[in-house]
């Protein structure tokens, strides 16, 4: 299939100094040109090819490679995070991905530094992490409702980058992904948890609360898409109201990740020809 995209995702979706949250198109498509049959068809084709990806990077992994890639995905409640492990990494082979997600932290989590219960979870060699909600809490919810004070929480930006620097340093490739929806999709999402069964689990009472929060949230994370998006560790602004459309632009996003690591199926660490002598002398002797 010829590509539908205008332009790569990762120039058209990129968030920095010039990113304004108050303007930005959360129904938008910016830069595909298609409608929503030829997103999902095309995001099929784009699957293959993130599972054949994908499964180079464990094999890098299994042959004592350090790469890594890890996946950070914030949003407000609603927004999709949770399809998007659902949809994106459904397509490639679980055995190779990690998904964590980061609610309020435990007693445990509570006596350590707030970057401790991340650490624990970063991917291995060889794996995609997947993280729903992440450290980035730490400079929204924390904010909005002055769980610690300004003072302290402040820094963590800068703190959050020089740490970040230090995982890419190590061979992890960082994609931070923040999915934006708007206010009245939000709204309808909300409703609809309550007026299908299938979804009444997902709704908690206190989700209305947080959305009354939601200029101060939409400050906060318009301060973290401008000071902790960077060259080591960008971030990318997903419009989330259309979930093919979220789900489509995260799966490219990843695809540019894997494919900037310029992998290789790995060399056998053993004598191809000797082995392969030595099934032609089993198939010969029937043994
Ligand atoms: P959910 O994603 O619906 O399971 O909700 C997880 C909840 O945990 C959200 O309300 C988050 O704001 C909250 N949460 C995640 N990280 C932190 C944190 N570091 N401090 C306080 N609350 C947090
Ligand atoms: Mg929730």
Request: charged share 30%; proline share 5%.
């Amino acid at each position: 299939m010829e590509t539908p995209w205008s332009a790569p995702v990762t120039e058209m979706l990129r968030a920095g100094a010039e990113t304004d949250l108050t303007s930005f198109d959360r129904g938008g498509k910016h830069g595909f040109d298609g409608d929503k049959a030829l997103g999902k068809a095309y995001m099929r084709e784009r699957g293959r090819h993130l599972a054949e990806l994908q499964e180079k990077l464990y094999a890098a992994g299994r042959s004592g490679e350090s790469r890594s890639v890890l996946l950070v995905i914030q949003g407000m409640d609603t927004a999709g995070k949770g399809g998007i492990a659902r949809h994106v990494l459904g397509m490639v082979d679980p055995q190779g991905v990690t998904v964590s997600s980061f609610g309020v932290p435990t007693e445990e989590e509570r006596a350590h530094h707030y970057l401790w219960r991340i650490e624990q979870r970063l991917p291995r060699p060889g794996r995609i992490g997947v993280f729903d909600r992440s450290h980035y809490e730490d400079v929204l919810v924390v904010r909005v409702h002055d769980l610690v004070p300004r003072d302290v929480w402040e820094p963590r930006y800068e703190e959050i980058n020089a740490w970040e620097q230090e995982v890419v340093a190590s061979g992890t490739t960082i994609v931070k992904c923040a999915l934006l929806v708007s206010k009245d999709e939000q709204l309808n999402r909300l409703a609809d948890r309550l007026h299908r069964p299938d979804k009444y689990w997902k709704y908690s009472t206190s989700d209305l609360d947080e959305r009354a929060h939601w200029d101060d949230y939409q400050q906060a994370y318009q301060a973290m898409l401008t000071r902790t998006s960077t060259d080591h560790a960008p971030w990318y602004t997903i419009p989330a109201n259309r979930k093919w459309f979220a789900r489509l632009a995260v799966t490219e996003l990843l695809i540019d990740a894997l494919e900037r690591l310029d992998l290789e199926w790995p060399e056998p660490d053993f004598d191809l020809a000797h082995e392969r002598a030595r099934i032609e002398r089993l198939r010969l002797t029937g043994g």
